[in-house]
């Protein structure tokens, strides 16, 4: 019998193909159908991340479902559950993450993957708007190493579906 070859798919490199956005309540008015004019009225917060800073977690239970006699124990599939914690660097700049993303607020982390970061914003390109209430900003590890940083937790405040595309319109 032959070899079989099998190819390696393409795929894209995060590094410098993510995008983070914040959006206010009133900057996205359907998350489902998020408008290219609203998208270009978000604040871009990428580059304040540290590299572990976005940890978007998702994770899903699984019931046990035994039978009487059974051979083998069977599984479904239950509630799932999201998590995010952010870890960003302390800066004074009005567009950055220190200065966005205060305590109490409520919007949208919006995430645009795939992309390169120099990409406009445009009709058709997915992203992902997650609802999310911010908790206190932490102050980081004071270690001697690198910047001083920012901790925060976020409640998610509805459910993360899949990315959306972008839709052209005022």
Do not use: C, H
Not at 4 to 23: C, F, K, M, R, S
Request: aromatic content about 6%.
């Amino acid at each position: 019998m032959p070899d079989i070859i099998e190819e390696y798919p393409p795929a894209v490199d995060q590094t410098g193909n993510l995008t983070l956005y914040w959006a206010l309540l009133a900057a996205l008015a359907d998350p489902t159908k998020p408008k290219v004019t609203e998208a270009a009225g978000w604040t871009r917060i990428t580059y304040s991340f540290l590299p572990d800073g976005y940890n978007l977690t998702e994770d899903q239970e699984i019931l046990k479902d035994e039978r009487l006699t059974g051979k083998q124990k069977l599984e479904s599939l239950g509630t799932s559950e999201a998590a995010l914690e952010l870890k960003y660097v302390q800066s004074e700049d009005p567009d950055s993450a220190a200065q966005v993303l205060k305590e109490g607020l409520t919007g949208y982390i919006v995430e645009r993957a795939g992309i390169p970061n120099s990409t406009q914003e445009a009709a058709k390109q997915e992203v992902l708007p997650i609802k999310v209430q911010l908790g206190k900003q932490r102050r980081g590890p004071r270690d001697g190493q690198g910047k001083f940083t920012i901790l925060q937790k976020v409640s998610i405040l509805s459910e993360i579906g899949v990315p959306v595309p972008l839709v052209a319109g005022a």
